[in-house]
T-cell receptor
Framework: SQKIEQNSEALNIQEGKTATLTCNYT??????LQWYRQDPGRGPVFLLL?????KEKRKERLKVTFDTTLKQSLFHITASQPADSATYLC????????????FGAGTRLAVHP | DVKVTQSSRYLVKRTGEKVFLECVQD?????MFWYRQDPGLGLRLIYF???????EKGDIPEGYSVSREKKERFSLILESASTNQTSMYLC??????????????FGSGTQLSVL
């Protein structure tokens, strides 16, 4: 069956460092992969989309890589700030059309001053 | 900005009650979705709709039904609530065309507790 895995343990880092979150998937060949941010008690908010033919994508302090051979995406936040503390969700196109996404369980990031 | 509004942030219901969760979006999106989110399990798709009066089952439709009578409104119905339906329910929408057609816009969620 289709499966997406993200680090279940919280990631604790010091302010100013680079945070790296991992998303692994099996039994998929997604056309694209997305990352969302979710704050406690709120719905997820879209951050970045990367397509299968793209190796890397950047947006301000965010960088996403997509390795279709390894079936893995890495999400980096450089110069992290306490305001970056949140849960980050990886989502894949399920290939079922209509933008049906399948989500990982998310990784909680805590950035300490 | 796209706004997806869910009618309740918190809801407490009793086992066996019929429960309605309402979702309204203001950007004329064709696609609407209902997910539930449980710790450690991520978001799981319950139902989605790609047009008025159209609906498709997601991965976990059992115990739920939906209604989409108007384009902007998508309702999730728990016919007879059970304790295992205690969860955070998230509504989302997306357009079919345009530059944003591959991302989902979420509401703030409804935390439902079934006692």
């Amino acid at each position: 069956s289709q499966k997406i895995e993200q680090n279940s343990e919280a990631l604790n880092i010091q302010e100013g460092k680079t945070a790296t979150l991992t998303c692994n998937y099996t039994n998929y060949s997604p056309a694209y992969l997305q990352w969302y941010r979710q704050d406690p008690g709120r719905g997820p908010v879209f951050l970045l989309l990367i397509r299968e033919n793209e190796k890397e994508k950047r947006k301000e302090r965010l960088k996403v890589t997509f390795d279709t051979t390894l079936k893995q995406s890495l999400f980096h936040i450089t110069a992290s700030q306490p305001a970056d503390s949140a849960t980050y969700l990886c989502a894949l196109d399920s290939s079922g059309g209509y933008n049906k996404l399948i989500f990982g369980a998310g990784t909680r990031l805590a950035v300490h001053p | 900005d796209v706004k997806v509004t869910q009618s309740s942030r918190y809801l407490v219901k009793r086992t066996g009650e019929k429960v309605f969760l309402e979702c309204v979006q203001d950007m004329d999106h064709e696609n609407m979705f209902w997910y539930r989110q449980d710790p450690g399990l991520g978001l799981r798709l319950i139902y989605f709709s790609y047009d008025v009066k159209m609906k498709e089952k997601g991965d976990i439709p059992e115990g739920y039904s939906v209604s989409r009578e108007k384009k902007e409104r998508f309702s999730l119905i728990l016919e007879s609530a059970s304790t295992n339906q205690t969860s955070m329910y998230l509504c989302a929408s997306s357009p079919t065309t345009g530059t944003e057609n591959e991302k989902l816009f979420f509401g703030s969620g409804t935390q439902l507790s079934v006692l």
